[in-house]
């Protein structure tokens, strides 16, 4: 490998020129050790978007990012658990609605037709 400053010829394992003192940014297998892969919780991600979309898959995807987080140091916790937090929230505001609405329309149905005597 060369120098890139001054082109000389450097020695793989000098990290810098020996004659301009310039660092080598060239990468070198072995001495640089590539930096590890940031490992990413795939499923705290998915249960996330699917707490949007649907939540009761939102739950499970959530439910096993949550515990991969605790297997890779927490990563993705706080969105595991955001997403279990969300899907559970849309739910139970689904159902509350469900049951407000099957109330309602029950109702009417019963005091069919409307007496306004
Ligand atoms: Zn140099």
Redesign the pocket.
Known sequence: MY??????V?HPSERF??????ESTTQQPGMNAPPVPHQQNTMAILGLVFAFIMPLLGIIFSAIGLSRANQMNGEGRGMAIAGLVLSIAYIVFATIIAIVSISLVTEVVRTWPPNFA
């Open positions: 120098c890139n400053l001054c082109g000389k450097m020129c020996s004659t301009c003192g310039t």
